[in-house]
């Protein structure tokens, strides 16, 4: 591969010079902040004023703040202190998160291309696209890209480009994917994540093309973020409506303030899609290593679906997607070609995006496990990552095939008869049928309308035996004509 991208940021912060980066140790970290979460009760000024510190920022709706510390404090150690501070719900550092592309040393992440190269992509086909617009093209669905903003003057984005001014980061420049014309993290270039938010937005754009892109800006036109920054952003991205959230970016680190941000999104109902990093690691980024909060990891592979040479691989990954000589979107109306798995998560973004439109009941892990059940197997073409590039290689057509509903696993006689005759006393399964199973059953495992009191309000014996055979009111003996027309009356059908 030609010798065209600059090398991954984590590695080129040690001369930073504003913020100072601290990579002493790993993960690299902001020097002299630390993040908090208070409790309701405590004045953030107050407590601030107790540290000899300063509040930089905050996320007040959250109870989150940014303390701007004494230089003479040792971040590590005031943090381990603030654990048993009764005043502090959590503390951590203010950790490093950047725009995660693939090593080389060039000025700008892309390469300059033209309108027929951008037509002519494999991947739309590759991944079904073509098909999947037939049934949905993501109508109503809010996309947030975390980035370096979007320019939303491109002719291919007009009218897709939705949202007040959310930007993050600190000077000119707006959402606009513009530079500063500085080389803020002294690596001897100069704005070279200029683009990248344009270029993910338009393959967005692409995979669900009547969904509506939120731009947030959270990197600076040198691609560089921070763990605080990227929390910010995904209270934003929901507080401004959005349905799907794009991070084609991530940090080595863990940060709470990360988590917390995740497990909001997942209460929710908002899916986030992360790129998995390009350092050809076992060890896949954050968040989209955080399976375990609901987030979608993607990987890079090719249109074949062989692994991207330079793309982390784990098993906690949901779905890999094309990543390798991708082309897209570049500000000033133009078009270019790139490698990265920051490329390969806004195919995944959009086919989110496209479920979600077609079941807008579907919640964000149902959406991860459909992408994933109907990804295209891979395993075959990497012997070397069985199973570390999530479940296959997307398909954007066949999870809009399925139903909407997931029906739940079927009922088994024991099941059923789970309670052995007594509501108050569960036991082993007796193989009879009494009306206190029946109640407890419905309780515990029904999913339709409820029972008469009001939607979803426990059942009792009026309820099951309402029937009565004949329809004259509940005499408290369980039939099978009771049974057929609870059913029928407030299940979701046979």
Known sequence: MPNRFRPLKLMLLAMAAQPAIALADEPPFVRHQALVRLSPSTSPEQFAGSLNAVIADSIPARDVYLLQLNNQVDEIAL???LASDPRVVWSDLNFIADDDVPGGSTQSFFLASIRSVYDASPVPDAIDLAPAHLVSTGTGIVVAVLDSGVDAAHPLLAQRIIGPALH??????GVADVGDG???DNDGFIDEAVGHGTFVAGLIARAAPAAQILPIRVLDSDGNSTSFRLAQGLYL???HGALVVNLSLGTTADPVVLRDALLEARAR??????SAGNTDSQTPLNPANLAALGVIG???VDQFGVKAAFSNFGPGLAVSAPGVQIASLIPGGGFGTADGSSFAAPWVAGAAALLRARCPALTPDEIRERLMAESTPINALNPNHVAQLGAGMLNALRPLQGPCII???????????HIGGSADDPGAPDGQLTVDDLIVFVNAFGWGQGCPAAPG???NVADVTDIANSGAGPDGQLTVDDIIAFVNAYGDGC
Do not use: K, R
């Open 79 to 81: 943090v381990a202190g």
């Open 407 to 417: 029906a739940p696993p079927a009922c088994s006689l024991a099941d059923i008869t």
């Open 182 to 184: 500085l080389d803020n």
């Open 457 to 459: 309000a426990a059942c």
């Open 237 to 239: 991205a929901m507080d």
């Open 168 to 173: 993050l980061v600190p000077g000119p420049g």
């Open 269 to 274: 109902n908002v899916t986030v899609v992360a």
């Open 298 to 300: 993607v990987p890079a």
